[in-house]
């Protein structure tokens, strides 16, 4: 299989470079995409060997794209409830969860990492979509009490096995043993942070979410220091690792005309005892069923090189049936894994399928999410 | 001066291609930007070429990233009224407005173009930003009877002095002779669109809206053919032209963090006469006054190349007072021009301040907008 289609691409103002640019350069990036309007590193030397640096050692991620949302004010907790399917009465200060923002019909606005630091003081760590602007657009008649804006919060992800150790010894055990989606407020010398047990990966990981853009450069040295025993390198956020572990993308993956009934495994997320804008109208899709779902497939053919360039026809019987929307390889599995959308008919797992790809058309066959858990599917030494 | 700073960039499934892509690559284009998730042409062969084949000819924009919002339903005038400070009671079907749309603080969302296609039937043709999300917040509370949603709309700019001709040869003297503003719905053979007299360069230009995306390719091919005797290309948006005519670009220009009242020329768009949400901030704004704004600049320094690359900082009297947020070379005016933020005190044209190229300090003096008018300030053959 080719690389994906590839050209020159000329930075530009209306694109923010992140506080820790100047460093990612210096590592030696060598291309960015752009997410939120900002630059991220996709590569920097060979995807697969940051994979395994990843998966065997410890990854630096800049993902300053990951953008604040700061809800604060008397009535942040309401207001903030209002936005996401989640329950947040069952959320605790200084906890962290895996929140979808709802739309008035349903659909999934963004599927941010919400953080709550105090009672009424909220993040929304987003994914690509201005999610700033929805939560702008229900407060104008909201009638509630909330400050919403974006603060200067930049965060990085330490990932892998060995990330446990960096962040010791960075912070000590307190922060090192957070228990997963819990964090922890204060600071690395006199940088402001707060540190997070979550990740984008299915490894043990951490993000450290700066507080003033102005010291990136410096927080970029202090981990690099501390992870120089266990072999830190910064790379690129995997593809191959988050389809591993059955994380989604939003965007390609399912976008605002998706509800989480249409995405294998979002169902769950859906708390019908809390009060969310969207509440109705998810109700009926719960009542009504879906005709279309997110689903895992295996693909043959080739190995595929780094990510799906654009989307693939998927079809059945000779009939189009729907998308491939994301697919990369698995070096751990050995095998082509992604996400396509399928008819509900065929979301159950081991349904023979066939895409086209621009080499022609390639075997595939719907599966179980996650791909691979590593307590069970990789051998031990 | 040196290009914008460069690198290889991979195409991916979570950025969308226009209907016009295979077009545009088949036409020679080899650098594209991301915005509102979907990737733009910004340089086929040589910006200045390009500048001068639309400033004297014609050229043919792939502008499919201006994605549409379309607001439709019972309550759809009133609706779309709340979201921007324009006074819609004073927009004909078939006109157009440059429409700011206003968060609940008066900050900016979007500068898009609104198209009233009925009574109650609305587009907003956006800028870079999620707008889209806005109005679905506005909607969770508003108790109005409406329907938000992108519909299948991809435009294409035919602009420039040569532009008339074109559309006369493609849809006759009555979409030829539309005045400024006014748009015109039917069909090119059987190809639906809209065509407004609308653009982005302060050129006689136009707008085409494809509203079927499977017929990108074929509207492309019947617009080139009427255009070939015009001497039509494909050409980028140009960075230049745009700052000669004093348009802004949202996202670099100006953000959510700004209201018209901070930005020179937009303080005549709010119109009190309108219900909308933000009335009361804008209001407040109104009274107390600015304390920076967005203003023009000359500069001095060897020509620029293309577009800026990041901001750079602005300076009076050896202070950091501002920041310079885009900048190119006008090739008819033979001068740096740009925009910076400045403060209040600085605003009027004629200060004279030092910006911080990253190749040293070049002088600048604020300057009034456009930069330039076709028919004052080009001397006539």
């Known amino acids: 299989m080719k690389e994906p289609y590839s050209f020159t691409f000329y930075t530009a103002s209306w694109y923010r470079r992140s506080p820790y640019w100047q460093r990612t350069v210096e590592a030696g990036c060598t291309s960015w995409d752009l997410y939120n309007h900002m630059l991220i590193p996709t590569l920097y030397d060979d995807d697969e060997r940051e994979y395994w640096h990843l998966v065997e050692h410890v990854g630096l991620w800049d993902v300053a794209v990951e953008r604040q949302v700061e809800i604060i004010g008397p009535d942040a907790a309401r207001f903030t409830q209002l936005l996401t ?54 407060q104008a008649f909201a009638g509630m009490d909330v400050t919403i804006r974006e603060p200067d919060v930049s ?91 059955g994380i989604f993308n939003y965007g390609n993956d399912m976008t605002v005309r998706d509800t989480p009934f249409h995405v294998t495994g979002m169902e769950r997320l859906v708390e019908f005892a809390a009060d969310f804008v969207g509440k109705e109208a998810l109700r009926r899709v719960a009542a009504e069923g879906v005709d279309r779902k997110l689903v895992g497939v295996r693909l043959g053919g080739e190995p595929l090189r780094m990510w799906l360039e654009d989307f693939w026809v998927v079809r059945k019987d000779g009939r189009d049936v729907g998308r491939l929307v994301s697919a990369s390889h698995s070096f751990r599995l050995k095998e082509n894994i992604g996400y396509a959308w399928v008819p509900i008919e065929l979301v159950e797992p081991g349904n023979e399928l066939e895409v086209l790809s621009p080499d022609g058309p390639v075997p595939a066959v719907t599966a179980s999410l996650p791909f691979l858990d590593p307590n069970k599917d990789i051998p031990k030494g």
Not at 93 to 106: F, H, N, R, S
Not at 110 to 123: K, T
Not at 126 to 132: E, K
């Open 155 to 245: 965060p990085l992800q330490v990932q892998g096995p060995k990330s446990r150790d960096v962040i010791r010894a960075l912070f000590g055990d307190e922060v090192a043993d957070l228990r997963y989606y819990r964090s922890w407020e204060g600071d690395l010398g006199s940088i402001p942070v707060v540190v997070s047990r979550t990740g984008w990966t299915g490894e043990v990981g951490y993000e450290i979410y700066l507080r003033d853009g102005s010291r990136g450069t410096e927080l970029w040295d202090r981990v690099m220091e501390a992870g120089a025993r266990s072999r830190i390198r910064a790379i690129a956020p995997s593809d191959q690792r988050r389809l591993e572990a």
């Open 85 to 138: 399917c989640r329950d947040l009465s069952r959320c605790d200060v200084l906890q962290c969860k895996y929140a979808p923002i709802i739309a008035p019909d349903g659909g999934i606005v963004n599927d941010p990492i919400l953080l709550r630091l105090s009672e009424n003081h909220f993040w929304l760590s987003l994914a690509d979509s201005d999610a700033m602007l929805y939560a702008l657009g229900v």
